[in-house]
């Protein structure tokens, strides 16, 4: 068998050759997976599981997850493990608390470095230099008013914002990418550097390169963010095209 495993005619390195990517999702996700795999570069293997979630987006039923995520972290490939996990959620990072998912998803034991989406997207900030943002939330008026604390806590500032006060996943995962343009479109503000769609539910990645044209600055989403900052943290920096000017940022 050693000899086999040495013969390129019957083994190859696989599609994961360059890095393994987990990401821990909502059971009630419709969004990610499609979006995750079109935007991952030959050779990085994107692998997932999914954390019980009734589909009803609320502060209580976010905050409830933080008990299942090491348990769903701990499927993904058991035997060889992945070189970074992330649980994908914006608003679960936030109200479960980076630090707190940090430890849940450490604690499966099955990768080397672990973030989640609102680290992801923070450190887009930080990389762009972006201090002023518009914002465009999917989320109901409690989870955004939330997130509008977290980011002026760290110092960022938000001119405008939309929210359109969703509280279903389902709902999320359907709103046309003409409307989440035209909200995109309304939260713009002058003193805007950057524009940020959140919530990985929404199909916002493939207006990514749309609304930069239109708006004459970077957009960061958060799906968009994880795979950015996951890549960066193994060291993979040539990305597909059409993904924004984030991905030209080292």
């Known amino acids: 068998m050693d000899e086999k495993l040495k013969d390129p005619t019957v ?10 990517l987990g990401f821990v999702i909502l059971a009630t996700d419709r969004t990610s997976e499609a979006d995750l795999l079109r935007m991952a570069p030959e050779g990085i293997g994107i692998h997932f599981s999914r954390i019980p ?10 905050m409830l997850l933080n008990s299942a995520i090491t348990q769903a972290a701990a499927l993904i490939l058991p035997d060889e493990g992945v070189d970074v996990m992330c649980f994908h959620c914006t608003a679960g990072s936030l109200l479960i608390g980076e630090r707190n ?20 997207v923070m450190e887009a900030f930080k990389s762009l230099n972006i201090t002023r943002f518009s914002l465009v939330t999917p989320y109901g008026q409690a989870i955004t008013s939330n997130l509008v604390e977290y980011f002026h806590d760290t110092g960022l500032s938000i001119p405008r914002l939309e929210c359109m006060d969703l ?23 002058p003193h805007a550097q950057a524009l940020f769609i959140s919530c990985t539910g929404l199909r916002s990645v493939e207006l990514i390169a749309t609304l930069e044209d239109r708006l004459g600055k970077p957009v960061i989403t958060s799906t968009q963010a994880a795979m950015w900052h996951m890549l960066r943290m193994v060291g993979v920096y040539p990305c597909l095209a059409g993904y924004g000017l984030l991905f030209e940022s080292r």
């Open 11 to 20: 083994f190859d390195q696989g599609r994961s050759h360059r890095a393994k």
């Open 101 to 120: 998912i940090m430890h849940a998803l450490a604690n499966a034991g099955n990768a080397r470095m672990c973030t989640t989406v609102l680290s992801a």
């Open 167 to 189: 509280s279903l996943d389902s709902d999320i995962a359907r709103v046309h990418p003409a409307y989440i343009e035209s909200c995109a479109i309304n939260a713009d503000h």
């Open 53 to 62: 979630m009734s589909g009803v987006i609320t502060v209580d039923n976010l």
